[in-house]
Nanobody
Framework: QVQLVESGGGLVQAGGSLRLSCAASGRTFTIYAMGWFRQAPGKEREFVAAINWSRGSTYYADSVKGRFTISRDNAKNTVYLQMNSLKPEDTAVYYC????????????????????WGQGTQVTVSS
């Protein structure tokens, strides 16, 4: 099992920045990829960004490309999401996820590729 704990959410004005963190514990050696998803009120959960845990390769949703950066610190078993130029439409609960299975050619952009989820952290962007 892997446990994930997110932190760093909060209230920020449009144009501002926030950095989310996700600390993993437990059987972290089984992690192949980690990702961030978000869910706005009344909407389905959507993919934001993913990172290959060993190689560090990344993939982003078009809506955040150029504004958000996903990174990881393997020594700390932590993944980060740096969010810049935030917009009101970025308001959502942000969830961290970890996947333990290798899928050839996958960008890990779908929820069913992940096995473990954090509890979520609220991000609110005011206009």
């Amino acid at each position: 099992q892997v446990q994930l704990v997110e932190s760093g959410g909060g209230l920020v004005q449009a144009g501002g920045s926030l950095r989310l963190s996700c600390a993993a514990s437990g059987r972290t050696f089984t992690i192949y990829a980690m990702g961030w998803f978000r869910q706005a009120p009344g909407k389905e959960r959507e993919f934001v960004a993913a990172i290959n845990w060993s190689r560090g390769s990344t993939y982003y949703a078009d809506s955040v490309k150029g504004r958000f950066t996903i990174s990881r610190d393997n020594a700390k078993n932590t993944v980060y999401l740096q969010m810049n130029s935030l917009k009101p439409e970025d308001t959502a609960v942000y969830y961290c996820a970890a996947g333990r299975t290798y899928y050839s050619g996958s960008y890990y952009s779908t929820q069913n590729e992940y096995n473990y989820w954090g509890q979520g952290t609220q991000v609110t962007v005011s206009s």
